[in-house]
């Protein structure tokens, strides 16, 4: 049975916790702008998998692993069972994980992460943190949309939302924060959290190209990205 949108547990790369959101705050109007400034975000199972997944049962420490980082109940994602074929990479990969209690708000975590997977035409990533977190964080339709077809400037952004964004944005772009947008950073997040949006922004770069690169089916439960 799929997730139901705003009714699963805060799924977290390390535990399960009831964690204080933060943060608050028309679509992009040059259509040009989006073809830029997004990656092509494809509908979902267009392909077939280039690397099948293990399947169950899967041994005791493996099971744990995943019990570890899945809802109760809930299969583990085909990006966990199919990067477990290489043992040596799947631990190296949970050891990247920032989904635990960090420095960043879970909401701001969220639009940077749908905003990286956007930006990297990760389809399969983004339907996933969508569907597990949009309402949970409080993203609203239009602010889901403009994570893949708006940009900074979007009015349903707030002031630190639409700073995230551009962070995003310029590492995407450029794999560096110009001077005059570390000003205006600094000035807003402190050292952590700046840290944190950077390591952010560099795993979900990973993720996708994981996803993309292995064509990982979607999962039954993901969002399926604007049109």
């Not at 290489?86 to 920032?98: E, K, T």
Request: aromatic share 10%; glycine share 6%.
């Amino acid at each position: 049975m799929g997730l139901e949108l705003g009714k699963v547990p805060f799924f977290s790369g390390d535990v399960f916790a009831d964690t204080p959101l933060a943060g608050n705050p028309t679509k992009c109007e040059d259509p040009q702008r989006e073809l830029v400034t997004v990656g092509y975000m494809s509908p979902l199972d267009q392909a077939a998998p280039r690397v099948d997944p293990i399947t169950p049962p899967y041994t005791p420490d493996m099971q744990a692993v995943f019990d570890k980082i899945m809802p109760p109940g809930v299969p583990p994602l085909s990006l966990f069972t199919t990067l477990a074929r290489v043992p040596r990479i799947y631990d190296r990969f949970r050891a990247g994980s920032l989904l635990d209690r960090g420095p960043v708000s879970i909401r701001h975590r969220e639009i940077v992460i749908d905003r990286t997977c956007a930006r990297c035409g990760c389809t399969y990533e983004w339907g996933v943190h969508v569907a597990f977190f949009a309402d949970r964080v409080a993203l609203t339709p239009e602010q889901v949309r403009a994570t893949v077809r708006g940009d900074a400037n979007d009015l349903v952004w707030s002031g630190e939302e639409s700073l995230l964004i551009r962070v995003v944005d310029e590492l995407h772009d450029s794999a560096d924060i110009s001077d005059q947008l570390w000003h205006e950073f600094s000035n807003a997040f402190s050292v952590e959290q700046i840290f944190e949006v950077i390591a952010l922004v560099g795993f979900y770069h990973t993720v996708s190209f994981f996803a993309n690169g292995l064509r990982l089916p979607a999962e039954s439960s993901a969002a399926q990205p604007p049109e």
